[in-house]
């Protein structure tokens, strides 16, 4: 009997020291939610008329407010302009890449 006391001591013992270690490996819920976060920073958006892709960031989303304050239009997210408006969108992008340098 005393062999089998050890034996579920010790098994008891090897869990109770591993468990931690597997929380430890797995992700934690506010994890997915920083990196789903991090992917909406870091969208890319492909420009049709330039042929070319660009990164939409905290700089992109200014640019692109600035672009809305010039026309005098209130603030709708790029996804959800027209084709038409989001090539006008990056047609004056491309005139206005001094932008990245004037604002960091």
Do not use: C, I
């Amino acid at each position: 009997m005393r062999g089998k006391s050890q034996w579920l001591t010790s098994a008891a013992l090897s869990v109770a020291m591993v468990a931690p270690m597997g929380a430890l490996a797995m992700k934690a819920p506010q994890d997915d939610h920083e990196r789903h976060e991090q992917e909406e920073r870091e969208q890319r958006v492909y420009d049709s008329t330039h042929k070319d892709y660009h990164n939409w960031d905290a700089r992109q989303d200014q640019a692109y407010r600035r672009w809305l304050e010039e026309k005098h239009e209130a603030y709708m997210e790029y996804n959800r302009l027209d084709r038409k408006r989001q090539e006008e969108y990056w047609k004056w992008r491309h005139k206005h890449e001094d932008f990245d340098h004037d604002h960091h």
